[in-house]
């Protein structure tokens, strides 16, 4: 069974704190996403990267940084963590080309307080 | 650019009844067109895709959406629905720019009234 597992489900952090989300990804996808979900605004997209090492700029890409040194892993770093990134987290990866669905985490609930 | 609506942010609909879940997309160029559901607390599962070959595309779990060019809509419909069927329904396309990009609407929450 192919798997996208992010480290984990639910997240309680401080403002100000460094926060690291994982995510793994066991299908040797060339692509890997990190999205962000918010009732009524359905799925953002923060970073993308195509592959280990390369990363581009999604739509809301401010307060985030992301890191890829594995094909098989891909993090995403909030520098400094601030109320308004409490959010649902979802990692997905995709093989290489516009016709192949993506395959999605289990999400991570994070709460910054 | 592209982007998707989905009209209705909630749908209830009676078991055994009919699902029509709307979808409208924006695409200067031939789009690939997917459906997603989520079901509580979980990741988004691929319940279907369009990718040009047929116009009607069936999927899992007794799903299907019809691709209409004239109309930019990709709908998606179920012709009984179950309890089971309660979840967010997402609707996304896809596009070969710099990278695969892939854009999805706001959602719509499916009831099931038993």
């Known amino acids: 069974d192919v798997k996208v597992t992010q480290s984990s489900r639910y997240l309680v952090k401080r403002t100000g704190e460094k926060v690291f989300l994982e995510c793994v990804q066991d299908?040797?996808?060339?692509?890997m996403f990190w999205y962000r979900q918010d009732p009524g605004l359905g799925l953002r997209l923060i970073y993308f990267s195509y592959d280990v090492k390369m990363k581009e700029k999604g739509d809301i890409p401010e307060g985030y940084s992301v890191s890829r040194e594995k094909k098989e892993r891909f993090s995403l770093i909030l520098e400094s963590a601030s109320t308004n990134q409490t959010s649902m987290y979802l990692c997905?990866?995709?093989?290489?080309?516009?016709?192949?669905?993506?395959?999605f985490g289990q999400g991570t609930r994070l709460t910054v307080v | 650019a592209q982007s998707v609506t989905q009209l209705g942010s909630h749908v209830s609909v009676s078991e055994g009844a009919l699902v029509l879940l709307r979808c409208n997309y924006s695409s200067s160029v031939p789009p690939y067109l997917f459906w997603y559901v989520q079901y509580p607390n979980q990741g988004l599962q691929l319940l279907l895709k369009y990718t040009s070959a047929a116009t009607l595309v069936k999927g899992i779990n007794g799903f299907e959406a019809e691709f209409k060019k004239s109309e930019t809509s990709f709908h998606l419909t179920k012709p009984s629905a179950h309890m089971s069927d309660a979840a967010e329904y997402f609707c996304a396309v896809s596009q070969k720019t710099s990278y695969d990009k892939v854009i999805f609407g706001p959602g719509t929450s499916l009831s099931v009234i038993p």
């Open positions: 299908m040797d996808h060339e692509n």
């Open positions: 997905a990866s995709s093989k290489l080309g516009e016709r192949t669905e993506a395959f």
